[in-house]
């Protein structure tokens, strides 16, 4: 019997996408998709979720982009508009889990500078969890074990007793070399079905 849920975030509960920002500020669609392969790729993306200060990493790619100076500057301040919707379906499940007395936590790979502003925005989902492991606070990220055990010592579950899912399967791989029950995410219904499995107080299908 599993007792208690740790969730992902971008693109388990909220859609993430680059794409979502700078559509709005590139016009032409060949240069958009260049600007994302080649300049603000998600590899330069993930020293943030490292732990790295955004001017760090901004100044160092400006330097190597310098006509793009100006839009990788808008990436830190403007990143909560590359968050988009809740991801269908998610946030019934949390708020139902949360309802049965479920204790549900987050691991995230996330900025420790873009994090808060995003925790406050969504303050009415991210109240329902009891501890959020922030990979760019502790200067860890998904999947090194490392970040595995420091949550599951600060939320002080054991990992035979949680459920954790992640949408890349990298890191799901990581939480099932310690023992921790992971469910590669795909869609909302699919979840739920395997919380039901795992006997979870949820029900199969979402009340109308």
């Known amino acids: ?21 700078y559509e709005r500020l590139i016009d032409d669609d060949r240069v958009l998709d260049a600007f994302l392969r080649d300049v603000v790729t998600i ?28 839009l990788i500057a808008l990436w830190g ?30 691991i995230t790979n996330f900025s420790h500078e873009f994090w808060p502003p995003f925790r406050a925005r969504e303050a009415a989902l991210f109240d329902r969890f009891r501890d959020v492991v922030v990979s760019g606070e502790e200067k860890l990220v998904k999947p090194d074990a490392a970040i595995y055990r420091l949550a599951l010592d600060r939320f002080g579950v ?17 939480a099932q070399a310690l023992g921790i029950e992971s469910v590669l995410f795909t869609n909302a219904a699919d979840f739920r079905a395997r919380l039901v499995e795992l006997g979870l107080p949820i029900a199969q299908h979402p009340s109308s």
């Open 158 to 174: 054991a990992a035979e007793d949680v459920v954790f899912v992640d949408d890349n399967a990298a890191n799901v791989a990581g």
């Open 43 to 70: 590899d330069w993306h993930f020293q943030h979720d490292a732990g790295r200060n955004f001017a760090d990493t901004s100044a160092e790619l400006a330097a190597l982009h310098p006509q793009h100076a100006a």
């Open 77 to 106: 301040p403007r990143f909560i508009e590359s968050i988009g919707a809740g991801i269908a379906g998610m946030r019934e499940i949390v708020e139902e889990l949360d309802s049965a007395g479920v204790p549900l936590f987050a």
């Open 1 to 21: 019997m599993k007792t208690a849920v740790i969730f992902d975030v971008g693109r388990v509960l909220y859609d993430w996408d680059p794409r979502i920002l």
